[in-house]
């Protein structure tokens, strides 16, 4: 998105001019990194669809994004410069639109901008919490550790993608498969059969009678149906990329009967390795809170930490400031937090929390790629079984009226 802004310099003097960014929060962090006082931020211009479209179509897959990581870590860690490394992995790099985005990211290095800002500027490529681990990183002086962290958590993330994404071929091809029989069904083979049950005055179940209706519904309809599905999907999405449909999107997400729990510990995760890796870094605990809270990547748990940051700023205890955010943060992480507290060791707990929560949402991933085809499987049997029941009971009520 384009945002317009007025801003002034440290010597007062103002500017005015437009910033690209995924949203309005990280627009106005890449301001304040150039030491901007910002005075007014709008978004300039609504994205028209063929740009959406040309964006979703040169995204940068996730695989090329964990080599890239993984490499940049193996440079930095190597003790290769910056520059040089940039340098390297745009020699290296095949895809041609994360080569341009390296391409981009060392001219802007090269310009004065740091490592996140330059990232800032590819919103599409760099998430809100890689941007944001990059720039903690910068702030404590370890970035190749920052860098190796990232490798390390999108070789789990695609890992975790990978495992669920071939779990699901099979009942996706059933499903899809299923679609175009129903589709068949409802529009040619039940047009055809109706004047036949029509006419012989045979009992016509409930089931059959709903699909006929259905049947003549989108036959009548369908251009209109398709219309307003696209419409509706395309108003929803636009809402999502607003700053209260991401609130709202966000808090969904949590509430999800399933994916909810995972989702949390998934955060929980996030939020202890960051925290660990900043105060380990020398920030302060409530920076340090504000920072890992904009590292999440949700919403809900950036306000429930800036909460948490402003009440240890009141002299408040973070492990206790943590327990009363329970709905967001389990018991465990205030306990161990609070051990932390006692002996002085508040990152090396952080870590382990994270460690322990790393493993739950791998199990808890492991256990859903297990159930997830036999659960569709049994979904897909029961509808199976009421579409042959409509169009075989009539049939058979049709063969005793004779």
Known sequence: MKFRYNARTKQGELQTGFIEGANREMAFNTL???????????????????ERLKDLLNRVKSVDLMVFTRQFATLLEAKISLGDALKNLYK????????????????????????SQAME?????????????????????????????????????VGILSRVRNALIYPVVVIALFGIVVGIMVGVVFPQLEPIFL??????????????????FIVDWWLALLIILVVFLMVVIDYFRTPEGQIVFDDLRLKLPVAGGLYKKLYVARFSESLGVLIKGGIPIAQALEISGRAIGSVPYRDALREVA???????????????????????????????????????????????????????????????????MVVIGVLVALLFAAVLLPIFNLAQSF
């Open 92 to 115: 290296q790099t095949r895809n041609p639109i994360l080569k341009e985005v390296i391409s981009e990211l060392s001219s802007d290095i090269d310009s004065g901008l740091s490592l």
């Open 199 to 216: 006419e012989s005055n045979a009992e016509i179940p409930v089931i059959t009678k709903i699909l006929l209706s259905g049947s003549h």
């Open 121 to 157: 500027r590819h919103p599409n490529v760099f998430s809100n919490f890689y941007a944001s681990m990059v720039r903690s990183a910068e702030v404590t002086g370890r970035l190749e550790e920052s860098i190796g962290f990232m490798a390390e958590y999108l070789e789990k993330e």
């Open 32 to 50: 304040a990194g150039h030491e901007l006082y910002v005075l007014n931020l709008d978004i300039a211009e609504v994205p028209k669809w063929t």
């Open 310 to 376: 402003d009440a240890v700023r009141g002299g408040q205890l973070m492990s206790q400031a943590l327990a009363e955010k329970e709905n967001y943060f389990p018991l465990l992480v205030s306990q161990m937090v609070a051990v932390g507290e006692s002996t002085g060791r508040i990152e090396d707990l952080l870590f382990r929390v994270s460690s322990f929560y790393t493993r739950e949402v791998d199990d808890a991933v492991s256990s859903m790629v297990e159930l997830i085809q036999p659960a569709l």
